[in-house]
């Protein structure tokens, strides 16, 4: 039981080392994660869009 009180003391210990991100920060970081989320599923979307295309042609001959 000991070592689990320590733990978790160490761990908070770090914790108040940690520096956390300003508001205007995380909202920048947020816009950034979302926008390449969107911009990679577009992606992926078009160029899976894209080869199923070009197998049921290829299919069809």
């Known amino acids: 039981?000991?070592?689990?009180?320590?733990?978790?003391?160490?761990?908070?210990?770090?914790m108040r080392k940690?520096?956390?991100?300003k508001r205007k920060d995380?909202?920048?970081?947020?816009?950034?994660?979302?926008s390449t989320v969107v911009f990679m599923a577009v992606y992926f979307g078009l160029v899976d869009?894209?080869?199923s295309r070009v197998m049921e042609w290829y299919v069809a001959l």
Do not use: Q
């Open 1 to 14: 039981m000991g070592k689990i009180t320590s733990f978790f003391k160490n761990v908070v210990t770090e």
């Open 18 to 21: 940690v520096s956390w991100p």
């Open 26 to 34: 995380l909202t920048r970081y947020t816009i950034v994660v979302i």
């Open 49 to 51: 869009l894209g080869l």
